[in-house]
C-alpha cells in the first residue's frame, strides 16, 4: 500500500498527558498537510511542510501544539497537557504540489 | 480569508432518486473547488475537482459539479444514487495549487433501499 499512513488509529489519554501522532506521506510528495476534524464538521486546517519547512501554522494551533518534519519524509504531531477539546479525529494528507491533496486513514483522539 | 458553506447538513434519498449537494463559497481571489467523499470509517478521498476550463466537473462514478462564477457556487449532482453513496461529502476551496483546504461542513447522504 504506498497511500498515507498514520499511527497510531486510536488514542485514548487522559487529560494533562502529551501524545504524538506519526504521518507517512506518499514517498515522492514533498507536502504534508495536517488537519483536525471533529464530529459533525468539516476538517480544519492545522500546518503544512514544504519538505522539512513548516510553511504555514493555523491560529488554531495553540502553543501546545507543535509539528515536525525533519528530514522531509514523515511528521510528527505532539499535544501537550492534552484537554477535553483537544478530543477529534487528526488527519494527515500529502501532495507532490499539486491540487490534490491525498488523505490518510485519521488519528481518532479521545481526551478523558 | 476564504469560507465554504454547505447548505444541507443531512440528505435523505432514495436509491435510483436524483440528489444535489449545495456548495457556496467566499473568496476575494480566485479560486480552486474540491468535492471529498467520506465513505463510513475511511478516510478522505477526491471526488471531483474544478481548476479552470469547462465549468462542468464529471467523476468516474456518476456525480458531476457546476462551477458557477457569478453565483459562488459547485454543486454537485447525481441524477440516480446506489446504496454504495451513502456517505459523507465535502467541499473544499484553494486558493493556489499546494495550499491549504478550507472545507465546509458536510452533508451526510443517506440512500434510502
Known amino acids: 500500500d504506498t497511500g498515507v499512513s498514520q499511527d497510531p488509529r486510536h488514542k485514548i489519554t487522559k487529560r494533562g498527558q502529551n501524545v504524538t501522532f506519526r504521518c507517512d506521506p506518499i514517498s515522492e510528495h514533498n507536502r504534508l498537510y495536517w488537519y483536525r476534524q471533529t464530529l459533525g464538521q468539516g476538517p480544519e486546517f492545522l500546518t503544512y511542510?514544504?519538505?522539512?519547512?513548516?510553511?504555514?501554522k493555523s491560529r488554531l494551533l495553540s502553543d501546545r501544539f507543535s509539528a515536525e518534519r525533519p528530514k522531509g519524509s514523515f511528521s510528527t504531531l505532539e499535544i501537550q497537557r492534552t484537554e477535553q477539546g483537544d478530543s477529534a479525529m487528526y488527519l494527515c494528507?500529502?501532495?507532490?504540489?499539486?491540487?490534490?491533496?491525498?488523505f490518510g486513514p485519521g488519528t481518532r483522539l479521545t481526551v478523558l | 480569508a476564504q469560507s465554504v458553506t454547505q447548505l444541507d447538513s443531512q440528505v435523505p434519498v432514495f436509491e435510483e432518486a436524483p440528489v444535489e449537494l449545495r456548495c457556496n463559497y467566499s473568496?476575494?481571489?480566485?479560486?480552486?473547488l474540491f468535492w471529498y467523499v467520506q465513505y463510513p470509517n475511511q478516510g478522505l478521498q477526491l471526488l471531483l475537482k474544478?481548476?479552470?476550463?469547462?465549468?462542468l466537473v464529471e467523476s468516474i462514478n456518476g456525480f458531476e459539479a457546476e462551477f458557477n462564477k457569478s453565483q459562488t457556487s459547485f454543486h454537485l449532482r447525481k441524477p440516480s444514487v446506489h446504496i454504495s453513496d451513502t456517505a459523507e461529502y465535502f467541499c473544499a476551496v484553494t486558493q493556489a495549487a499546494g495550499n491549504k483546504l478550507t472545507f465546509g461542513g458536510g452533508t451526510r447522504v443517506l440512500v434510502k433501499p
Open positions: 474544478y481548476l479552470s476550463g469547462s465549468t
Open positions: 473568496s476575494s481571489v480566485s479560486v480552486y
Open positions: 494528507a500529502s501532495s507532490s504540489g499539486s491540487t490534490e491533496q491525498f
Open positions: 511542510f514544504q519538505n522539512e519547512a513548516q510553511l504555514e
